[in-house]
């Protein structure tokens, strides 16, 4: 039943196309009865040679008939082919779109490796289902299903033998998949480790050159694919004995319908033209029975691929927008949090009754050991989860109510580890706002301090920078992901350890840009470095998900608490009023 279900799911995902799809189900339909027809036109045309009666009639309408089936299949093949081609690539994409919206908790469990091979996997399972549906399998199907009848209507006995048979083959394959079914979901979880232990090595493949992991991570790999065969090997013999089943079942019934087809025919109960089309039968019933089991092995075999691939296109977003959102409308920036609370799944951790009012244009900075709060704190701000009570505003507008796009186009982000794509340093740069002329790209890049390396580097704007910036130095990525956000002018800014890749030299110039950057917008700051937030309007002091302290650096210090021993422990003095600018 689970495969049934699988294979009718699979079927479905054919409805953006349904007037093609049915008109190849019609197609099929027809070269199925023609198939049928050509046994019966054969004993025939040997019952009118046999009897001196005229044959071309008949071996005409053979002909033609056999004709209509070849440019029928061809038609059909060609058809089919290209709808289950569009269908796979329609399918990659939206499940695609779909991924990328997953909560970052999603792909830190499951990994990208898993991730990958889920998506091609999964829409290449899906690809040739269809297309053997619509090419091989339906006929095949129609043929059975009007053969059994047709044979019983011209003689039950040597029907019967073609009944059992059929009887055989299914309940072989029924025996089969039962044996087999626990066996073959471990394949495909050991073939998800596997290519997830591949996209964790590679990801990381500096550590494993560095640290000597070469023969360590091969052996682990091996070790997996051991297991992965372990698994594999009972459930490659089974269906191999199937097939030993199943060929002497044929073998058998080819012998049974001549030996009973002479002894009837010495009764004069058949002919030896009815005789003919019932060995056409046979050979027709094996094709097909052979083919639908075929068939039945390697979609029990991707089941699970499949049922994964539809987990991953059904699989629930961090945030669901709301039917009747608007576009949110910033015009100052006003930030605040309502009493938010939120706790991980399975943990004691999350951030509990979190309220605070950021002013237009002010700073706010978040500060407090790993693990106090500080990053899920503002992943609610851009919507990436959602709390499990509190609400927050921005200028008035409840986030949930407005659109997703409106409300990160308003949020401009540098992050702690920059984010950056194998592409070249303009694009990367282009993220922040697509639309962006060449000037202005210059610009941004010219304010982040990124200018003087990029044009020494070749190609200078079109140099691609490797996979999430390996041609660059630590401080490069950061001034790339600093001109991003220039570039992008969003009213609200998310500093997350933004100068931490820096040297002490290169962090002030970037901090100078910041500066500039953050004039006239709403901030937030998160951050361990404690001299990056000492000018904040307000201090927000986080520990096991509490808002502890608050209040500018000087009252805080003031306070004698924890603030006071982090600026302690890190040898920071209190800082000197900004100059004006």
Same mark, same amino acid.
């Given at each position: 039943m689970n495969l049934l279900r699988t294979y009718l799911k699979a079927l479905s995902l054919l409805a953006p196309e349904k007037w093609l799809?049915?008109?190849?189900?019609?197609?099929?339909?027809?070269?199925?009865?023609?198939?049928?027809?050509?046994?019966? /036109?054969?004993?025939?045309?040997?019952?009118?040679?046999?009897?001196?009666?005229?044959?071309?009639?008949?071996i005409g309408l053979w002909a033609g008939l056999g004709l209509f089936s070849i440019l029928g299949g061809v038609v059909v093949a060609v058809a089919a082919d290209r709808l289950a081609h569009r269908q796979r690539l329609s399918v990659l994409a939206n499940v695609f779109e779909r991924v990328i919206t997953l909560p970052v908790a999603f792909h830190a469990e499951r990994g990208s490796g898993t991730v990958v091979r889920t998506l091609l996997a999964g829409s290449d399972a899906l690809f040739w289902m269809w297309l053997t549906f619509l090419r091989e399998h339906l006929a095949a199907l129609v043929s059975i299903g009007f053969l059994i009848p047709t044979a019983i209507a011209m003689q039950p006995l040597l029907a019967a033998i073609l009944g059992v048979l059929s009887i055989i083959y299914v309940v072989a394959n029924v025996i089969v998949v039962q044996r087999t079914t626990g066996g073959q979901d471990a394949v495909e979880r050991y073939n998800q480790d596997v290519f997830g232990r591949v996209g964790d090595v590679l990801g990381n493949v500096t550590v494993v050159q560095s640290f000597a992991r070469l023969h360590a991570e091969t052996s682990a790999l091996r070790s997996l694919m051991g297991h992965l065969l372990?698994?594999?090997?009972?459930?490659?013999?089974?269906?191999?004995?199937?097939?030993?089943?199943?060929?002497?079942?044929?073998?058998?019934?080819?012998?049974?319908?001549?030996?009973?087809?002479?002894?009837?025919?010495?009764?004069?109960?058949?002919?030896?033209?009815?005789?003919?089309?019932?060995?056409?039968?046979?050979?027709?019933?094996?094709?097909?029975?052979?083919?639908?089991?075929?068939?039945?092995?390697?979609?029990?075999?991707?089941?699970?691929?499949?049922?994964?691939?539809?987990? /991953?296109?059904?699989?629930?977003?961090?945030?669901?927008?709301?039917?009747?959102?608007?576009?949110?409308?910033?015009?100052?920036?006003?930030?605040?949090?309502?009493?938010?609370?939120?706790?991980?799944?399975?943990?004691?951790?999350?951030?509990?009754?979190?309220?605070?009012?950021?002013?237009?244009?002010?700073?706010?900075?978040?500060?407090?050991?790993?693990?106090?709060?500080?990053?899920?704190?503002?992943?609610?701000? &851009?919507?990436?989860?959602?709390?499990?009570?509190?609400?927050?505003?921005?200028?008035?507008?409840?986030?949930?109510?407005?659109?997703?796009?409106?409300?990160?186009?308003?949020?401009?982000?540098?992050?702690?580890?920059?984010? /950056?794509?194998?592409?070249?340093?303009?694009?990367?740069?282009?993220?922040?706002?697509?639309?962006?002329?060449?000037?202005?790209?210059?610009?941004?890049?010219?304010?982040?301090?990124?200018?003087?390396?990029?044009?020494?580097?070749?190609?200078?704007?079109?140099?691609i920078i490797g996979e999430r910036g390996a041609a660059l130095s630590g401080g490069e990525r950061q001034r790339l992901a600093i001109a991003r956000a220039l570039l992008k002018n969003a009213p609200i800014l998310i500093l997350d350890e933004a100068t931490s890749a820096l040297d002490t030299g290169t962090e002030a110039k970037i901090k100078r840009a910041l500066d500039a950057l953050r004039r006239g917008r709403t901030t937030f700051i998160i951050a361990?470095?404690?001299?990056?937030?000492?000018?904040?309007?307000?201090?927000?002091?986080?520990? &096991?998900?509490?808002?502890?302290?608050?209040?500018?650096?000087?009252?805080?210090?003031?306070?004698?608490?924890?603030?006071?021993?982090?600026?302690?422990?890190?040898?920071?003095?209190?800082?000197?009023?900004?100059?004006?600018?």
């Open positions: 799809a049915s008109g190849l189900v019609l197609a099929n339909v027809a070269i199925g009865l023609v198939q049928l027809l050509e046994p019966i /036109l054969f004993g025939r045309v040997v019952d009118a040679l046999a009897g001196g009666k005229a044959a071309f009639p008949l372990k698994v594999q090997y009972p459930v490659l013999t089974w269906w191999a004995i199937l097939t030993v089943m199943t060929r002497a079942s044929a073998t058998i019934t080819m012998v049974a319908i001549f030996s009973v087809g002479a002894l009837l025919a010495e009764k004069g109960a058949v002919t030896v033209g009815e005789i003919v089309s019932f060995v056409g039968f046979a050979t027709l019933l094996i094709g097909k029975l052979d083919q639908l089991s075929s068939f039945v092995s390697r979609i029990f075999n991707q089941t699970p691929t499949i049922q994964n691939f539809f987990h /991953l296109l059904e699989a629930p977003g961090a945030a669901i927008e709301a039917p009747d959102a608007v576009e949110l409308k910033v015009n100052g920036g006003r930030v605040i949090y309502e009493d938010i609370s939120f706790q991980f799944p399975g943990s004691t951790q999350g951030v509990f009754s979190i309220d605070f009012d950021v002013p237009p244009g002010a700073t706010i900075a978040l500060v407090g050991s790993t693990g106090s709060g500080k990053t899920t704190t503002l992943t609610f701000l &851009q919507r990436l989860r959602d709390p499990d009570q509190g609400r927050i505003t921005i200028d008035g507008q409840d986030i949930r109510e407005v659109t997703l796009k409106s409300l990160r186009d308003s949020i401009g982000i540098v992050f702690q580890e920059a984010g /950056l794509f194998n592409r070249s340093i303009a694009e990367n740069i282009l993220i922040g706002r697509p639309g962006a002329t060449q000037d202005e790209v210059m610009a941004a890049a010219r304010l982040a301090e990124a200018e003087e390396f990029i044009e020494k580097k070749p190609g200078g704007f079109g140099f361990h470095r404690l001299s990056t937030v000492a000018h904040a309007d307000q201090i927000l002091v986080l520990e &096991q998900g509490r808002i502890i302290e608050r209040g500018t650096f000087r009252e805080l210090v003031a306070l004698n608490g924890l603030f006071a021993q982090m600026v302690r422990d890190g040898g920071f003095q209190e800082p000197e009023p900004p100059s004006p600018s």
